[in-house]
């Protein structure tokens, strides 16, 4: 297949484009073909409550798993990125004295539950300080020392899209002893992962941005090490190893990151963030990742053309998706009314910057009209 008939058959699954120029995958994504086909089937199995729980939960993980390069007995699915972080969070055997390592950057899913530990469990969170929103490993290295127990870190950061390295953070992490949590949200869909080559130890991630599923329901990936670590907080009747013996009230917690789960699992949500998940597995998660980075690349062109700051790192191995800027004059938020005016959907973040998020299914045609709405005058 052509890289333009892959690229026609990607964008001919959101019929949402014919209505807008959609530029915020890092926001809430567009609802594609295959998510509404799911929904559409939840809606005809649930007239008569005839669908099989561990058949879409097994399929779902299993999808889920290939996305991120896990396996299935090590994920389970959670409400969004701030209830997995909370999960090792409350299941964390914390000691007064314990060290987490952020940073000020952080969006507030992983940013503020860690600041809570702070008045419960007399641990310290000490906070690495970011330059225009970007912070380097050696600034996170530093930081730390002999208690710190965690380094928590996105994958991308969701303001200037800095991409951060991972593998080499993983690395470190391993040699001193720290479990790494990384909120994936902003890459996982965009760019390729592998989170035992990254060495990560709990991965969180809702699904609603560049994964291209509903909000609601996100996935979350925890190491060997992290499932030995992190204990739940309660059990819940779904987290044991045979939930649907109702009579057995002596039952041990699931072998598998299963015990993390509570009660009845979102079966709607599962199912259409399911059919995301096959959708992009299906398109190639790699060619993803190039057409999304020639994409970023041609924003951050534009952008540079016109003399605006750019946030965004410009090497693309230092981004995903996100390109990020703040035009030379005007009102960044009067040009973002304009933008909604004119039907071009993406964000103002930072209360001055303009951020551009384009997914695969997007093209320099969309970005173009974007910037033309910038230029004109108000």
């Known amino acids: 297949m052509s890289e333009q008939a892959w690229y026609e058959q990607f964008r001919a699954m959101f019929k949402g484009l014919n209505q807008c120029v959609f530029l915020n995958s890092a926001g809430v994504a567009m609802v594609s073909g295959p998510v509404r086909e799911a929904v559409k089937e939840w809606a005809d199995l649930g007239q008569c409550v005839t669908y099989d729980y561990n058949a879409i939960i097994a399929g779902a993980k299993k999808n889920a798993a290939a996305i991120v390069g896990g396996t299935p007995e090590q994920i389970f699915f959670s409400r969004n990125t701030t209830h997995g972080i909370q999960t090792f969070i409350l299941g964390y055997p914390w000691q007064k004295g314990d060290g987490v390592v952020i940073a000020d950057c952080e969006f507030p899913a992983n940013r503020l539950p860690w600041l809570s530990l702070r008045d419960k469990n007399g641990v310290e969170v000490k906070i690495v300080k970011s330059q225009k929103y970007k912070v380097t490993l050696e600034d996170y290295y530093r930081t730390c020392d002999k208690y710190t127990k965690v380094i928590a870190i996105s994958w991308v950061q969701y303001l200037s899209g800095q991409k951060a390295a991972i593998s080499e953070l993983g690395r470190f992490c391993r040699e001193?002893?720290?479990?790494?949590?990384?909120?994936?949200?902003?890459?996982?869909?965009?760019?390729?992962?592998?989170?035992q080559e990254m060495q990560i130890d709990w991965l969180s991630a809702d699904g609603h941005k560049w994964m291209c599923g509903p909000e609601g329901v996100g996935l979350v990936w925890a190491s060997e090490r992290a499932l030995q670590i992190v204990q739940p907080a309660c059990k819940g009747w779904f987290g044991v190893i045979n939930p649907f013996d109702f009579e057995d009230f002596n039952q041990d917690y699931a072998p598998t990151a299963d015990k993390y789960l509570d009660g009845s699992p979102m079966v709607l949500g599962i199912m259409a963030f399911n059919a995301a998940l096959d959708m992009l597995l299906s398109f190639g998660i790699e060619a993803i990742e190039r057409r999304v980075l020639e994409l970023s690349s041609y924003t951050i062109n534009e952008a540079e053309k016109r003399g605006f700051e750019v946030l965004t790192p410009s090497d693309p191995k230092d981004r995903a998706g996100i390109a990020t800027f703040k035009p030379s004059s005007g009102n960044p938020a009067l040009i973002m009314k304009n933008l909604l005016d004119n039907n071009i959907v993406c964000s103002l973040r930072g209360g001055q910057y303009l951020r551009i998020s384009a997914h695969a299914f997007n093209n320099h045609e969309d970005i173009d009209r974007a910037f033309y709405v910038i230029d004109k005058p108000i």
């Open 176 to 195: 001193n002893d720290i479990l790494l949590v990384v909120d994936g949200i902003q890459g996982i869909g965009a760019a390729a992962m592998d989170v």
